[in-house]
């Protein structure tokens, strides 16, 4: 019998950062292409390339005057390829902002002066920059990020002070036990590629390699015209803002393809199961199981049928919501698919109670052989998933900010046409499509089986944990 | 650092600056009877109409709203924390969340697939001074939702299964919240805030409360508290008045009348700062103070808003340039009883409370810069607009409006209010009410700096 793992939070602090600093959502959460004509005005999503390789995204959709304009450029922790390059983008992300000057004022002063909002977020596959502002200031506002990105000063002595700020990020972040969890389980998900998924970085090499010099190496390398995109959504008009930016964004030059010799990190496959516990300061037991899904790069049509299979799952009146929650062996059980460029990964998480976790254990673990079969779900359960998909981006485009966020996280991670196809390409996965990418990438497929509970529990009733995980553990 | 250079930096307009300001209001029609062409248009958004009518005595304030294909319809059951005792706490939720178990017309999981085919996303949220139960549709599903809405509220099954069901969920969302010291932190502070006051009962039960609230308990309140006087209806989206009025005639409007009336709160005073510390092992610290705040109709009001968001501004702002937090600011709390509340997070309290003690300091100040306060105001509508984008955001924000301050305004109104608002105000407001705060520290204890925080 082996012993089970036990990983201590404190040691994750020390050797990893939270996986994701970009609020993570479902992905695309955005609706298509089509959007119902107001009296007022067509409001449609078009886009324009610019001469310069920039592609400008419009989506003219508000409910009040203001706009959000979003640069965003494909970087982020996938183009981490050696630890001294470990949470780059997240930095340089950081000091854009401390690297701004534009004729002598800083970037708050500027911000204020249109009454905007700003931020900025670094994700696996993405890094983007923001503002919301007022539509009448969009064309000021759309200046202001070609600013913003077309010419950094790369001063040393903003770095070290902003690295005592992203610590201060990374432990706000670290003091939730769910979050230190779900780095150690993907650490196991992702092995020695977990670097590329990892966009915080490890804390110690941030804090002791980022420099300015690698900064602008990397500045230099990424941030060209030709690998970002402009969005612009809300109480605009579309050919304004191509005219916009096409004046604005006219200077910042092309240069080479980052990505022409680019090779990206292998993500080596799962090569069997991983079980382990990890101890938190937590109530309950929560099981965190995770696989390696689908790529936009290399199984387009499955990144569907996997949100469908999640939004099936998710459904209340679902066998998996039955079977599980309304039986009172869990709490709560939510699947989930994040999309990505380089290996989407695949979650189910389940809480349930210590005392009975094993009665929840070996439901669960039937609950996966289930999903394989022909019976697993119905028409009529696929077509309320359609629809909870369809009402999730309607909800989520009446809000301008994250109608941005899913247009250029898309951009990155699939392309424009995917966000814009999405709703059309959903409508058409049939329930074969569904289980197809079950078959493929779920049922008996290597997976990480990750149990958080708090550590006096895992002390205390070592024998009822270590029975638990051996189920776990393939034969 | 000067005062103007110092203002120059907290005019930076991000996230962390609390600045909901007023009521996304436009133009209304009063009564029921108001006629098409005496609908006035919304001055700054000519495709949004607002409307307030009653229904079967029940108020609605209807948006209606041409730009987007989701209706968000909120149902205001009045009272909150004023409803409840420390023994009930929490049995209005559990009413309306056992509800999706089965209905008269819907029994058993007709009701869920109902709202499956549907798409439709139910709300429950309780509140210190009500609960909202509601939906979001898209408008083609609007009367197929209505349908399932109104019968989970007037006629819930309420079988043993369904309401132990609902009640252990409940019951172990309790238990794991404090696995997040944010919430610890936050939920503590509120209770020190609010010891004494009727918001120190949590609307939202106890692993306590929720475990001996009976079905009779639940078929009781349901009888006697889900009554049209206890009502607002918020409806925001492209539906119309008739179809809005039709629907409620229906189902909700024959429920009986009550004879509740609302008001708002006490207020809620404290005479001395205090500091309330808990140890927990984190990699860092959280600090949170309240501080009591003017009744929604004084005039303090406004003031005490651009108060409470300029000290965040300035904290934020002050503790991130020095390295001392990527976490911090002030929240204005608006509720019936309204205050604010700062907050940092830091593995450094003393200098950061230094810092926030500073800043009090400031708005303390009688001679802060005029032109810190207009380009504030204008720094606010933004906020204003983002936090008020989606349908249901602005459904809350008719409410709390009417609810609070007794009347619908247009956005010019409050925008003017704004700027009509002095230095001279802000600072008597800053010295009126950022004093006696309550703290509450959660981390290392050793290092918690209480002379600090029993400064103000």
Redo the contacts between chains.
Sequence with gaps: MIAPRIVSPVAILMLAAPIDLFPQQEMPVGQGDRVRVSAQRASMARDTLLENGLQVIVAPASSVPIATIEIVVRSGAFTQLDEFDEGLPHVLEHMLFEYFEWRGRSWSYHTSRLDAMSNAATSQEWVSYYLVLPSENVDDGIKLLSELVRSPDFKPEPLQAEKLVIRGELERRASDPRALADIVTNMALWGPAFRQKNPGGNILMVIGYASTDRLKRHYERYYVSNNAALIVTGDVDAADVFESAEKHFRRWKRGDDPFADFEAAPIPPLAGDSVFVVDADASGVTFMIRWHGPSTSEDRDATYAADLFSALVNQPTSGTQRRLVDTGLFTSVSFRYITRHYVGPIQLEARTTFDKLGEASAALLQELDLMGREDYFSEADLEAAKMRLRVTRALSRQSTFLLAHDIAATWSVAGFPYFREYLDALSVQTADDVREYVAQYIRGRPKVVSLLMPSELRRSKAGAVLSCLDSWRAP | MTGLSRA??I?????AISSVICA?LSALALGNDAPAADLALEA?????LTYLYEVEGIQVIHRR??????VAVNLYLLGGARQVTERTAGIEPVLLRAS?RGTRNYPG?AT??A???????MVVSAGLDWTIFGF???VEEFDSTWAVFADRLMYPTLDSAAVE?TR??MV??A??A????EFVVWSLAESVAYSGHPYAVPVSGTEQSLAVITIEDLRAYLNEQIVTSRMLLVVVGNVSRERVEAVMRGTIGQLPRGNYVWELPPTWKADRPSVEVRQ?????NYIVGYFSGPDASSDDYPAFRIATALLGGVTF?DL?NE?????AGARFIESGAAGGAVYV???EPTESMEIVNEAIDWLNDPFIPWEVWT?YA??W???Y??E????AE?ADFLARAYLYQGELRTPKECVDELRGVSPTEVGRAARHYLKNIQYVYLGDITAAPRDLMTKH
């Design positions: 120059a930096r005019l930076a307009g991000t996230f996304p700054d958004q000519p495709d949004t709203m041409l730009t987007n294909d989701v999706e999981t869920l697939e709202q499956a085919r549907t798409g439709s996303r979001r549709s898209l069901m252990e969920r172990n969302s238990r794991s404090p696995d997040d010291p927990r092992d984190l990699p860092t702002s991130r390295g001392l937090s990527y976490s997070l830091t593995t380009d204008e720094g509508i933004i906020s607009y983002f008020n984008e989606t349908n602005q």
